[in-house]
């Protein structure tokens, strides 16, 4: 066997500690696999007498994380500790320009700065690996960089957030709101006490700028993403769309089109018997749409320390093999520039509600607007009517470019006898393009 390969780990919370935990457990096949074994030299955290999962006093600890790129017993250095800047970036910018190679599950960083980090990776000769940064214990990086490699991608989507689509799944499971199913998440762990990152979409929006970067060889876009959350969504569209035939999930979807990349996160309608509607609770569920091999669906824990830590150790497990494949793919050089399609461009079927008190003429006035913008309707709910209360009116519309559907419900917005403002979620259909 050859030498030892050294890591040293920097971060021993969730991930971190999972991950010594699972080289600890299946040391022997991770060997074989390997061909080498692989033992954890360094690490480091913030406190060094926080009581821990793991058994830190057994390894050299360092004070400050950065030092884990100097080391001289360290081959990988592991980044698992978290946030687009700061620490993590420093780290793995020293590890790289110091030829270590850097295994992350930081997918803040990748969505910010990934373009610039593969780059350096490649001018030192070393791997940078982010399997888990994306979908937790979902191989979905290797199977786009490595077994979907022959084809094209037209379209990924997915649901990428394991907090978003528990809340979702129990809002429609029990008809509670958002507020009382996220306050239900926070008891149970399975939200942060700050959900910022996960309801608003911004962790779906990360790794679905990494995604689109694997799939369609293109510098990693952050800003390109159009990111809402899932705050909007409330229990009566939810029923509203189950009498329609459809799901509502928070979905990335990537998209190359005729005018360019399109990346977008936010609420959906799915069909109900669609694979992805059935993607429930913690999981997370990836979808790729390839030219040759037509669609492949990927399912599994998108986090946690067990999922994660797996993601990890396979990213260790190929260097070790000596593995050298571009972090994106291709070599940095070959990275196109996105083209990135505005939303307001975007073309897609439609749902409105309308609350509406019973007015004679409303439709006439609804129609109306329809006609001017060039929106075409497919469907009309009107769910029972009660003089003098405001009442749901339900539409779908035929596919339709989003500048066009704003401007109408903007318009319908004004009509006297509609008492909100109209909420619109988008339809997601799931014929090739
Ligand atoms: N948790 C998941 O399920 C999951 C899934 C996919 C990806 N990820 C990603 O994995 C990374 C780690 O997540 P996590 O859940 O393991 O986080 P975590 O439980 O909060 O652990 C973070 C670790 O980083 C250490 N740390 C924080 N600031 C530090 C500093 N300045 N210097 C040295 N160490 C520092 C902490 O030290 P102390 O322990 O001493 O406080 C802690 O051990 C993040 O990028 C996250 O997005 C996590």
């Known amino acids: 066997m050859n030498n030892p390969l050294r890591i040293g780990v920097a971060g021993l919370g969730t991930v971190g500690a999972g991950v010594i935990e699972i080289l600890h457990a299946n040391n022997a096949q991770i060997s074989a696999r390997s061909g080498r074994e692989i033992i954890v030299t360094a690490v480091s955290a913030r406190d060094k007498n ?29 980044e698992l500790i978290g946030g687009s800047d700061g620490v993590a970036k420093e780290l793995v910018e020293s590890a790289l320009s110091n030829g270590k190679h850097v295994v992350t599950a930081n997918k803040a960083l990748i969505a910010h700065h990934g373009t610039a980090l593969a780059r350096m990776a490649e001018q030192n000769d070393v791997c940078l690996s982010f399997e888990a940064a994306v979908a937790g214990g979902i191989p979905i990086v290797k199977a786009l960089r490595d077994g979907l490699t022959a084809n094209n991608i037209d379209r990924i989507y ?56 694997l799939a369609f060889g293109s ?14 969504v409330s ?17 990335g ?7 360019g990349i399109e990346q977008r996160v936010h609420p959906c309608m799915v069909p109900i018997d669609s694979p992805i509607n059935h993607v429930s609770g913690v999981f997370n569920g990836v979808v790729v749409d390839g030219d040759f091999v037509d669609s492949t669906i990927y399912e599994g824990r998108g986090a946690g320390a067990g999922p994660t830590a797996s993601a990890v150790i396979a990213d260790i497990i190929d260097i070790a093999r000596g ?17 990135t399609v505005a939303m307001s461009e975007h073309y897609g079927p439609y749902y409105v509600r309308l609350m509406v008190v019973d007015a004679p003429g409303v439709f006439a006035e609804v129609a109306g607007y329809l006609r001017d913008h060039n929106v075409s309707m497919e469907s009309v709910l009107q769910q029972s009517r009660d003089l003098g209360e405001p009442v749901p009116v339900v539409m779908t519309v035929h596919e339709t470019k989003e500048f066009d559907m ?21 339809i997601e259909t799931f014929q090739k393009h």
């Not at 009581?51 to 990988?76: C, G, H, M, P, Y």
Request: aromatic content about 6%; glycine content about 6%; some cysteine.
């Open 219 to 232: 510098e990693v876009d952050f800003a390109a993403v159009y990111t809402e959350g899932i705050r909007q």
């Open 253 to 259: 979807v990537a998209k190359q089109t005729l005018n």
């Open 50 to 78: 926080k009581d821990r999962n793991v058994n830190s006093d057994i390894f050299k600890w360092l004070d400050n994380a950065t030092e884990l790129a100097n080391q001289d017993d360290v081959d990988i250095v592991l």
């Open 158 to 213: 997915g649901i990428m957030n394991g907090t978003c689509n528990y809340i979702l799944t129990n809002m429609a499971k029990s008809g509670r709101s958002f507020a009382d199913v996220l306050d239900e998440a926070q008891t149970l762990g399975y939200a942060e006490t700050d959900p910022i990152f996960d309801v608003d979409g911004i962790d779906t929006a990360h790794k679905l700028a990494i995604l689109a970067s």
């Open 235 to 251: 229990p009566i569209d939810i029923q509203l769309a189950e009498r329609l035939g459809y799901g509502i999930k928070l979905l």
């Open 323 to 339: 593995l050298r494949i571009p972090a994106f793919g291709v070599p940095v050089k070959l990275l196109t520039k996105p083209n």
């Open 406 to 426: 704003v401007n109408t419900i903007n318009d319908i917005a004004n009509i006297e006898a509609v008492v909100e403002y109209p909420t619109m979620i988008r």
